[in-house]
């Protein structure tokens, strides 16, 4: 079945660290589409990248899509207590259905 | 503007019983999705409405069944609870095609015993 991978599971990082979370499908995506979910919370819309070699940039994140349409990551430079969660990419094949990465939970060290 | 309301928030069931989890939305969304989340499996998508009247099989679909009542509700029912079935199920939807976010409910945790 069409699957997407997702690594790190888990990410400690001192605060003031970058942080890096990576996506992975064996075939191609029509586009992807990342999510944070803070604790006890539901996930919550961040990004959608669509064009092949794509790079977006929200204040201190920086989303990249490659240019085979196969990976993307999510790069938050700085830490900060407030990017506490869970960050899941969820990959569409061409449907109406997304299918959603295991998800890498970040953990901040004050 | 509630966005996505789910209930209940939490629920326990003994193995067998039966109960209907309720999702709606007021955004006027043409999609709603049904997900599970268990620890370390990220999200699974249960079954799917692309619009009023019509529904499909996600990933996980066995031991379940919706309902898209109208355009605005969605509901997933569990005819005989398993401890498998332990979980956070998640109601979302969309405005639907390829190129729209999902909108998430809070969520209910239910815990079969």
């Known amino acids: 079945g069409q699957q997407v991978m997702q690594i790190p599971q888990y990410q400690h990082v001192q605060e003031g660290e970058d942080f890096t979370t990576y996506c992975n499908s064996s075939?191609?995506?029509?586009?992807i589409q990342w999510y944070k979910q803070r604790p006890g919370g539901h996930p919550v819309f961040l990004i959608q990248l669509v064009k092949s070699g794509e790079v977006k940039k929200q204040k201190r994140l920086t989303f990249q899509f490659g240019e085979a349409k196969k990976n993307s990551s999510l790069h938050i430079t700085a830490t900060q207590t407030t990017d506490v969660g869970t960050y899941f990419c969820a990959g569409n094949f061409g449907n109406e259905k997304l299918t959603f990465g295991t998800g890498t939970r970040l953990t901040i060290i004050p | 503007n509630a966005g996505v309301t789910q209930t209940p928030k939490f629920q326990v069931l003994k193995t067998g019983q039966s109960m209907t989890l309720q999702c709606a939305q007021d955004m006027n969304h043409n999609s709603m999705y049904w997900y599970r989340q268990d620890p370390g499996m990220g999200l699974r998508l249960i079954y799917y409405s692309a619009s009023e009247g019509t529904t499909d099989k996600g990933e996980v679909p066995n031991g379940y069944n919706v309902s898209r009542l109208n355009k605005r509700e969605f509901s997933l029912r569990l005819e005989s609870a398993a401890p498998s079935q332990t979980s956070v199920y998640f109601c979302?939807?969309?405005?639907?095609?390829?190129?729209?976010?999902?909108?998430f409910g809070p969520g209910t945790r239910l815990t079969v015993t």
């Open positions: 979302a939807s969309s405005s639907g095609g390829l190129l729209y976010e999902q909108y």
């Open positions: 075939t191609t995506l029509s586009n």
